[in-house]
């Protein structure tokens, strides 16, 4: 899309998007390309408009199978994500890859979004796949009025949550919901996030 290739050539990392109907990038092939990587991480802010984006992503092979692979203090909101993403790597998200924020003082911010992607992982071990994040790095992840309705699904797969899989930085909640399923190789380790937060 013009707006992945913008951005993954570090031109409007910084800038303002709105949708301005639903989206279905569903159709036809999967895609395996994400808004955003660790050389141009997306800074900006995407406002979905309260529309439905519809995803297929393939990624083989490749972390960060997410819409949005790499973020940096980006904010994105009023948006519902649907569709599926398969990977055999982990930090798949149903939004988020990697949260990379600057440092610890920067902040990342998903409001009034809902995730109803299905991810399908053949990683074998730790996945990290998050039903919003897969990995929070530095800084802060603040989730506002949010809630996971979809499904990771993996019978080699473990170590994967409703909202962040795998966290360094810090998350917070307000307001959310977790009423996704998770069916994954059992394993102790799992964080399976069945809470309302």
Known sequence: SVLTNKVDYGTGVDSYYKLTADLNIAEGEPINTIIGTTTHPFRGHF?????????????TGLIYAAPFGVVDGATIENLKVAGTIRTDNKFAGGILGWVNNTDDTRETHINNCISVVNIESSTNGDGSHGGFAGQVEKGLLRFE???????????????????VSWRQGQVEYNNCTMAGTISIHNNPRNAENTANF
């Not at 979809?150 to 909202?163: H, Q, R, Y």
Request: glycine share 16%.
């Open 145 to 163: 009025n949010c809630a996971f309705e979809g499904s990771i699904t993996g019978d080699l797969t473990d170590k994967c949550a409703g909202f």
């Open 47 to 59: 406002d979905g408009g309260w529309h439905t984006l519809t995803i297929n992503i393939n990624r």
